[in-house]
């Protein structure tokens, strides 16, 4: 680490207590400590003619006396955590967190800075905290960025200002808009006309902002608004079980759906379990971070194994009804173009571009990977006017390119697609869009393309979805009933039919008729929790097409609900005798039982099938067995 940088600067990292670990600032109006006011030293004994309470614990006495030593001996060392997008499993950031280095010292994280707050030695401790991170930050990955936590009411402070400048990160080889300014939500703002004009400072600078514990402090959604960050954490606590809590469900959904509409990036933090990970893909969360994806470490790594679980979990996201059959998947449409290495020289490209109008836009790749993209009217405009052309000619265009622009992976359905493209800000709605798979630039799809493509999609709903209860038909059943057949996976195939239904339908009329069948298709989109492809083959008969083995419990909970909810749709005194007066098929009045229910599941447990016609012969067998069987049944094979 420089001397003169070490010098420059003298705050700014704040304990994020919610990890275990980090950094921690004073007050803006505290000074740093010095011996005699408090701070303890190599000299001192902790507790005598000093203003700390009057009486302390041995443990206490001892953790004091370690807290000098840790700070006078530099004994911290930095740990990072990454964090990962949802998508692809690639590493976005890191944020910097801090250990003890000496085994002897040991104590916890949130007890030492809690300690060093009470000694007066809190802006020692994490100015120590903040050189040893900024003193790798020269391995940090290039264009990854690197989150500091930091008090809302030190970020004012004239120290934390003039020491993280544009030239103090030069030095150790970063720019200014690899850096996030982490907030925590937990500290109540002094003065927020203050914190807002310095939270500008700091953005006219090119440094980003997130906000930190969204859900659990003072400022909430009035914070988020008035700063508006580039990039929202989710508070742990929320994220906690959230496959288990609906309630959690819903808030963490009303946060994805405000921040994407505002263009905020949404970070959940604390994922520690497969089933979080899991709930947060389907909510649509697109950045990650907990011990799950990857624990703290002290180089910038990540688990190899990580990103191809997320990727799977993302693309298993996607295997829904009309998500796999009826949208195409975005990386279909992807075009490769011409790309450029980041040093290629700016006035090269624009002579290129002016020479062959087809070049619509500027992709800058290097190792396989977008790094950046420059729009061919941006480019215009950095060579227009006056003096454009003799400012940028000499520059590369890596000096030029925007690293902010709309990546989405290679398996997204258009619809998705469309729908964050059309989210963009005025100035770049009509940017094409770039396309990776497994963090590699793919290519790029131009808006026209796209919304040529999302027509075309909505005609082909139209076709081949049921107009009733707007479930897949038949063309696309074939296609997933084939894809199982044919694939590797587990898969539970199960087919459901009304019983009795056109007793019921002649006797109560066609409406009523359709009302049982929307109950059927309502029931069904309520137990399909784990992404089960569900179609409407016709009249009263349905399937459902799980990446599982076990239908049963699928099937015994609808088949109860069903058994309850139909009632509904009887008049008091069949529901009482238990049966319906209707004309059978040849014209013949007679009785008929309340409509129930069949399903009749194949599963390749046990059995596996060639083609689609021994499946199809099984399907019939099975079937035939459930229909005989009285009242609401279901057999798995």
């Not at 596996?608 to 279901?634: E, M, P, T, V, W």
Request: glycine share 6%; hydrophobic share 40%; aromatic share 10%.
């Amino acid at each position: 680490m420089p001397e003169s940088a070490a010098a420059e600067n003298q705050a700014f990292a704040y304990l994020d207590r919610s990890k275990g670990g980090g950094f921690s600032t004073p007050s803006p109006f505290q000074s740093p400590a010095s011996p005699g006011d408090g701070a303890i030293t190599a000299d001192e004994t902790p507790g005598s003619d000093s203003d700390m309470p009057p009486e302390k614990t041995p443990s206490e006495k001892t953790n004091l006396t370690n807290l000098g030593r840790i700070i006078d001996g530099g004994f911290i060392k930095p740990v990072f955590q990454p964090i990962v997008s949802l998508k692809d499993g690639e590493i976005m950031a890191y944020e910097a967190l801090s250990r003890i280095s000496e085994p002897r010292l040991e104590m916890d994280i949130e007890t030492m800075f809690r300690l060093a707050e009470k000694a007066g030695r809190l802006w020692d401790l994490e100015s120590l905290c903040r050189s040893r991170a900024l003193a790798k930050l020269a391995l940090k990955p290039r264009l990854k960025k690197l989150f500091l936590n930091v008090n809302p009411n030190i970020i004012n402070d004239e120290n934390f200002k003039n020491g993280l400048t544009h030239k103090f990160l030069v030095e150790y080889g970063a720019e200014t808009d690899e850096i996030v300014f982490e907030l925590t939500e937990r500290v109540a703002v002094i003065d927020m006309n203050v914190f807002l004009n310095s939270v500008a400072h700091y953005r006219g600078q090119s440094f980003n902002i997130a906000i930190d514990d969204m859900g659990s402090g003072f400022s909430g959604l009035n914070m988020m608004v008035r700063v508006q960050p580039e990039f929202v954490k989710l508070d742990m606590n929320l994220v906690r079980h959230i496959d288990k809590d609906n309630i959690k469900i819903s808030l963490c959904r009303a946060f994805q759906e405000f921040c994407q509409s505002e263009n905020i990036n949404l970070i959940a933090e604390g994922i520690e379990t497969e089933a979080e990970l899991k709930t947060l893909i389907q909510l649509g969360v697109p950045y990650g971070q907990g011990f799950f994806l990857a624990p703290p470490e002290e180089g910038f790594s990540v688990k190899a194994e990580t990103a191809d679980l997320v990727a799977s979990f993302y693309s298993k996201h996607y295997i829904e009804p009309t998500a796999t059959s009826v949208y195409p998947i975005i990386g279909h449409l992807a075009k490769l173009r011409r790309t450029f290495p980041p040093d290629t020289r700016a006035v090269e490209i624009f002579e290129l571009t002016k020479a062959n109008p087809t070049i619509t836009e500027v992709c800058v790749v290097e190792n396989e990977k977008i790094i950046g993209f420059l729009s061919r009217t941006a480019l215009n405009d950095h060579f227009g006017g006056r003096y454009g052309y003799s400012l940028h000619s000499k520059k590369k265009i890596k000096d030029l390119m925007n690293t902010s622009f709309l990546k989405v992976p290679y398996n997204m359905p258009v619809d998705s697609a469309s729908r964050r493209a059309m989210q963009r800000s005025y100035d770049k709605i009509y940017n094409p869009i770039v396309v990776e798979k497994r963090g590699l630039f793919q290519g790029v799809v131009t808006v026209r393309d796209l919304l040529e493509t999302s027509t075309k999609v909505q005609l082909d709903i139209a076709v081949h979805s049921n107009p009733l209860t707007g479930l897949p038909g038949n063309l696309l059943i074939e296609k997933e009933i084939k894809s199982r057949l044919f694939g590797e996976g587990p898969f539970c195939i199960t087919y459901f039919d009304l019983d009795n239904f056109k007793s019921y339908n002649d006797a109560y009329g066609f409406t009523n008729g359709d009302l049982m069948l929307k109950l059927v298709s309502a029931l069904l989109k309520k137990y399909a929790k784990k992404n089960e492809f569900l179609g409407h083959i016709g009249g009263d008969d349905f399937i459902v097409i799980a990446d599982y083995y076990d239908g049963e419990s699928f099937c015994r909970g609808l088949l109860e609900d069903f058994s309850r909810e139909v009632l509904a749709l009887y008049r008091e005194d069949d529901i009482n005798q238990g049966f319906i007066v209707s004309k059978n098929r040849h014209g013949v009045t007679e009785n008929f039982p309340l409509a129930s229910l069949s399903a009749a599941g194949l599963s390749n447990r046990k059995r596996s099938y060639a083609d689609l016609d021994s499946f199809s012969r099984d399907a019939a067998r099975l079937k035939k067995i459930c229909k005989q069987h009285s009242g609401n049944y279901f057999e798995i094979w």
